[in-house]
């Protein structure tokens, strides 16, 4: 008998491993994101507020609806671009993670015990009878602890060499876009500038490792 080989191959596009941790190193990893966590945070724009303390999706969402607000009401042009990463937290190189946090003053001696703990991950597969070992490269794992914060940071590595220049000015300051931990939305004048920043970060987090999902949408507002 034949199997249709496409529900698997669905199951595995989608497919994210769950991690297992000892005990011991669930808390080795707490205990380090103890130390490590404010640091993140100062490191991180209030742009970002993803796994953050005191900062809420509602905040962004609060914030789009005044630009949309205002700019119907002074007929301003303003243009919203959504992006969604596939698969971030399982796309990115670990060697980019520990980049970034070098970058963001996360102290040297925690950066080498977090290589450390990436270093011979495997994954089990279970097919057949026999067991099959992987080795994973990339991603951060699931269920660890400080997986939330290690991900925004590699973000905030790949946004700061975005240097556009594009966005909307709201009291002398220029907001260019919103995150939420891997989900971003771009906010410009023009098409023509959401589409020149769009390439910008496209070709940034492909360059990072990161794919981008082909379901961007561009929202005219």
Same mark, same amino acid.
């Given at each position: 008998?034949? %199997?249709?080989?496409?529900?698997? @191959? =669905?199951?595995?596009? +989608?497919? $994210? ?7 011991? !190193? ?68 670990? %060697?980019?993670?520990?980049?970034? @946090? =070098?970058?963001?003053? +996360?102290? $040297? ?7 450390? !703990? ?104």
């Amino acid at each position: 008998m034949e %199997l249709d080989a496409a529900p698997f @191959l =669905e199951l595995r596009s +989608v497919q $994210r491993t769950i991690t297992l941790l000892p005990v011991l !190193c669930k808390l080795l990893t707490r205990c380090i994101l103890a130390r490590i966590r404010s640091t993140l945070e100062e490191a991180q724009p209030v742009e970002q507020a993803g796994f953050r303390r005191n900062f809420s999706t509602l905040d962004h969402i609060a914030t789009c609806r005044r630009l949309i607000e205002a700019s119907r009401g002074h007929r301003l042009p303003l243009v919203m671009t959504f992006i969604d990463y596939k698969k971030a937290f399982n796309s990115v190189e670990p %060697l980019k993670v520990w980049e970034a @946090l =070098e970058e963001q003053g +996360v102290e $040297r001696i925690y950066v080498d015990v977090l290589r450390e !703990c990436y270093s011979h991950c495997t994954t089990v597969f279970h097919p057949f009878y026999n067991d099959v070992v992987v080795a994973v490269w990339r991603g951060v794992r699931q269920g660890d602890p400080k997986s939330p914060n290690l991900f925004p940071a590699c973000l905030e590595h790949v946004i700061r060499r975005c240097n556009c220049d594009f966005g909307v000015n709201i009291d002398g300051v220029r907001l260019n876009h919103l995150r939420f931990a891997d989900d971003i939305v771009l906010i410009t004048d023009s098409p023509e500038h959401a589409s020149e920043t769009l390439r910008c970060c496209i070709a940034w987090m492909r360059q990072e490792a990161t794919v981008v999902s082909p379901s961007i949408l561009l929202r005219p507002k």
